[in-house]
């Protein structure tokens, strides 16, 4: 029997732990959401009856796939890819890819599984589902990059279309990649077919605002968090954990509405910098010469590398972790709140360990969880979608327009919801519900699929 769960729901838990055993991540992000589930159960009795729970636990299809490609030295190589196709109640399958050695199944069903929720919360039509490879791109060259995701897409193509699941990018996989997967797809269809990827280049069918998206819609939603508590993001010390797509972009609007952020990281260490992140300097490095962290404090005398260092050392009162799951344990959350820290917004997909979490609620912190804080991203693909749709093409002013006041949207539907279902000003319980009875309901009146 585990802590916390109801008799009706930790049957349901026990169920998904025995029928996909070793996949911890799946297991750790359906506990977070069956958890708060209770009071809906209580309201929507049909819902216990239909086993909506149990049949959104399990994917409607999971594909997995070898991937064989030959590297710069003429050597095989066979990587294995994934794409779990989870919920399409709401729209085709849409959710990102990501390439990193660490991918197995467990982590793109925990990925997938996140995903259903925050489409939904966007109000934007879009199903959940996720993909990626354990395809490590660290010291790959361009054409090793390039023959790989030709290798992938000539499986993948067959699985995805824009009306049945739209891939985009995640940890590894940005434009370039998103570029290569596109031009493969064109090719093997022979289909100038828009809308079956975001995440594309400008000049190619991609949206303005969808690189910035994810990082700006993240540092909107803290904005909102912070503003319903009589605060604002100006003048507070903030740091950022990672130093890709989007922390860089959460470092970019941070600052323009008044934030100092003075340290970042990758999984080698930390550059605090005490002028603050120069952050044409980090683009430069990381964007276009695609180089490790250290090359930062090369540069800048202000700053220092800690490295193997923890980022959440650095006292600071606005936490953002941005780089990956799990990352910021109980330990780190005691060490922020002793040291000042009042909000943390997830940029990352469950950054915080569970432990984490409940430390953050228990000092009554402002915790805006990944679901409902980094959802501008995946919203802004659905623009990308809408835009292709109508073969038109935005200004950047009026998507981060859309993009602001989807985030806005979220926010407040995750803060009503929380007060309607008991725990007000919890936004955990606030976007799970708000999530799962948008897709319940759909599921619900499409009868039983
Ligand atoms: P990038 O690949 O652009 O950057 C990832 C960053 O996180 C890098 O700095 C990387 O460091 C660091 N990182 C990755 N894995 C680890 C690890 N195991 N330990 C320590 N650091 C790590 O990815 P994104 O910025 O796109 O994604 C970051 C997070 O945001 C992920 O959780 C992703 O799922 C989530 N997200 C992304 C969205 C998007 O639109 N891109 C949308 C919503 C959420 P290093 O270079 O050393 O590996
Ligand atoms: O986790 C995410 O929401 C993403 N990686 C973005 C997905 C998307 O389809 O834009």
New binding site residues.
């Given amino acids: 029997m585990v802590a916390g769960l109801d008799e009706k729901l930790e049957p349901i838990y026990q169920d998904v732990l025995r029928r996909n055993p070793g996949e911890t991540e799946f297991h750790q992000a359906v506990r977070e959401v069956i958890e708060t589930l209770g009071p809906v159960l209580v309201k929507y009795p049909e819902f216990a009856e239909q086993k909506m729970i149990q049949r959104i636990c399990e994917p409607e299809r999971q594909i997995i796939f070898r991937v064989p490609w030959q590297d710069d030295r003429g050597q095989i190589q066979i990587n294995r890819a994934f794409r779990v196709e989870f919920n399409s109640a709401l729209g085709p399958y849409k959710g ?1 890819m ?1 390439f ?1 050695p ?1 991918v197995y199944l467990g982590i793109i069903k925990f ?1 997938g599984f996140e995903q259903i929720f ?1 489409n939904a919360l966007t109000g934007l039509p879009i199903g959940g589902g996720k993909g990626g490879s354990d395809f490590d791109p ?1 010291g790959k060259s361009d054409c090793e990059i390039m023959r790989f995701c030709q290798s992938l897409m000539t499986e993948l193509y067959r699985h995805i279309g824009d009306h049945t699941d739209v891939p ?7 434009e370039r990649e998103v570029g290569y997967l596109f031009g493969q797809y064109k090719r093997i269809t022979n289909r100038y077919e828009s809308g079956v990827m975001t ?1 594309k280049g400008l000049s190619w069918g991609g949206s303005r605002a ?1 690189r910035e ?3 700006y819609g993240t540092i909107f939603f803290l904005e909102e968090m912070l503003r319903v508590r009589g605060n604002s993001l100006v003048g507070k010390t903030c740091i950022v ?8 972009y959460a470092i970019e609007k941070a600052k323009a509405l008044g934030g100092r952020v003075i340290a ?5 260490g930390v550059v605090v910098d005490r002028d603050g992140i120069d952050l044409d300097l980090l683009k430069q490095i ?1 964007e276009v010469e695609r180089r ?2 250290t090359a930062y404090v090369q540069e800048k005398t202000s700053a220092t590398y800690l490295e193997n260092g923890c980022i959440w050392t650095i006292p600071c009162q606005v936490a953002l972790p ?4 799990n ?1 910021l344990t109980a330990k780190d959350a005691k060490t922020l709140i002793e040291q000042g820290c009042i909000a943390v917004a997830e ?5 915080t360990t569970p432990e984490g979490i409940r430390v953050f609620q228990d000092a009554g912190i402002a915790f805006g969880p ?1 679901k409902a804080a ?5 919203a802004t ?1 659905a623009l990308e979608m809408q835009q292709n749709a109508s073969r038109d093409s935005w200004t950047f002013d009026y998507t981060e327009q859309r993009l602001k006041t989807i985030m806005v949207a979220i926010h407040r539907r995750c803060h009503e919801t929380s007060e309607e279902f008991g725990a007000p000003g919890n936004y955990v319980v606030g976007a799970n519900i708000a999530g799962f009875l948008k897709v319940g309901h759909a599921m619900s009146a499409m009868g039983l699929i």
């Fill in positions: 990102g990501r990193h660490s990925l925050k660290k985009a990018g995640d940890i590894g996989v940005g995440g969808r998206a994810t990082g954990s990672g130093s890709g797509n989007v922390a860089i970042c990281s990758d999984s080698n990381k490790r962290l941005c780089a990956t799951q990352e940029g990352a997909n469950m950054p990944g980094n959802a501008g991203g995946v693909s």
